[in-house]
C-alpha cells in the first residue's frame, strides 16, 4: 500500500520492485494484491496489456482501520493494554514519554 500511495498506479513487477528491501518473493506480492483487491482496497485496470494497482483507500482511512482491527483483535478494543504492551516490550525514549504525557493530558481536558 505504502508504494501505491506514494507513486499511484504500479504493475505487478513495479511493487516488487518498490519492496525490494523486504525480500519478499514475487508469489508473495500477487498473493497481497489479491487480497488487497478482494477488501476493495486497491484496484485493476489493464493498460497496455499490463495490469496496473492503484490503492482506493486514503492512507489514512486504511491506517485507522487496520489499526483498530489490531486494537480489537489483540487488546479487546482498548487502548491502555495496547500501550502497556508496547512500554513494556520497547525502550521508551523521553520523546515518547513526553508525547504519551501530553496526549493524556489533552484527554483529560476534555
Known amino acids: 500500500m505504502e508504494a501505491l500511495w506514494r507513486r499511484g498506479s504500479l504493475t505487478v513487477d513495479e511493487i516488487v ?3 525490494a528491501a523486504q ?43 487496520e489499526s483498530q482491527g489490531l486494537l480489537d483483535r ?13 512500554a513494556e516490550h520497547r525502550k521508551l525514549d523521553a520523546d515518547d514519554i513526553a508525547r504519551l504525557k501530553a496526549l493524556i493530558k489533552a484527554l483529560e481536558n476534555e
Open 74 to 86: 489483540l487488546f479487546g478494543g482498548r487502548i491502555a493494554p495496547l500501550v502497556a504492551h508496547f
Open 17 to 19: 520492485a518498490e519492496v
Open 23 to 65: 525480500e519478499w518473493a514475487l508469489a508473495t506480492v500477487k498473493t497481497l494484491i489479491n487480497r488487497l483487491l478482494k477488501k476493495g482496497h486497491i484496484r485493476s485496470a489493464r493498460n497496455a496489456g499490463r495490469y496496473e494497482y492503484s490503492a482506493v483507500v486514503a492512507r489514512s482511512d486504511y491506517t485507522l482501520a
